[in-house]
């Protein structure tokens, strides 16, 4: 077993380039792009071990290199690509711990914790943790910020998430709300879960849940829009929060209101409700998640 840091990085809303430009045109555009990281990657003792669609994974010996490859990344692409009047940009996440190396791919916990932070990060945001960030050496010009702590799957404690502010000038920085920065004073303890004819109970004692269609999930499901790693839902502060790491996006129908979509963010749940998977189709209900939260 190897210690390697993970890091991914991937296109932010690229099924908007394929709606707004057609295949052809996206395609060309994302190859670009992902031939430009891959580069950047490369300078700082990065390799490919895959690309999965519009997002490249790379591994790096060090967490250093890992950082300084995401801000080359951020910097390449900023600005530089425009499809049309649609500005291309990426998100990056990374993290440093033990993996197996198996016929050129990487697997284990580290592989996990940093594909959760690149689901953390928006577009032009990199993301890591706090400790893959103590073995960071940030240049002068740059600089960091923590976005709180977080309860990520595989991990007792709550893991502190950093944001590497890449933009030289910081002061010109907008502050974009996190899904970790939601707060609200509604006090919940019980959420009950069902999809795919399954039930779970989500309380204090079990605080997270991932969604996705892959087996790894602790609430799996087959709808073909959704992606590998979907979503999590998290409870914390008395609260039961939803937060969208998809390529596709999320709709949440609470109560009788209308749907709501939410991608790559997060919004409290309330009440009870459905959720559909990178289309609006609440239709079929074997292929929602329906919940409800029980004082």
Known sequence: MAELCILFADIA???????????????????????????????????????????????????????????DMQNAVS????????????????HYGKVIEEQGDVFGDAVNVAARMTGYAKRGQIITNSA??????????LDQRSLGKTKVKGKLLAVEII?????????????VTSALDIKAPIAQREMLLEISGQTHTMTEQSPTKSIGR????????????????????QFSGG????????????????????PIRIH????????????????????????????????
């Not at 940009?89 to 990374?94: A, E, L, T």
């Open 264 to 295: 790559r963010d997060a919004m409290v749940l309330q009440g009870e409700g459905l959720i559909a998977f990178g289309e609006p189709d609440f239709e079929d209900a074997g292929q929602l998640l329906r919940y409800q939260i029980k004082k």
């Open 13 to 71: 809303d690229s099924t908007a380039l394929f709606e707004k430009h057609g295949d052809e045109a996206a395609r060309t555009a994302i190859s670009s792009v992902l031939d430009v990281l891959l580069q950047k990657a490369e300078v700082h003792e990065g390799e490919l071990v895959k690309t999965i669609g519009d997002e490249i994974m790379c591994i790096f010996p060090k967490a250093n290199h890992a950082m300084l490859a995401a801000v």
């Open 79 to 94: 600005g530089n690509f425009v499809l049309g009047n649609h500005p291309i940009s990426i998100r990056v996440g990374f």
């Open 132 to 141: 893959t960030f103590k073995d960071c050496h940030l240049p002068p010009v």
């Open 163 to 175: 944001e590497i502010l890449w933009q030289q000038d910081v002061s010109q920085i907008t502050r």
């Open 214 to 233: 892959g087996i790894d999930n602790d609430l799996q499901t087959q709808v073909l829009m959704a992606s590998r790693l979907h979503a999590e839902i």
């Open 239 to 258: 609260n039961f929060k939803y937060t969208d790491m998809s390529t596709n996006g999320s709709w949440v129908k609470q109560g009788d209101a209308d």
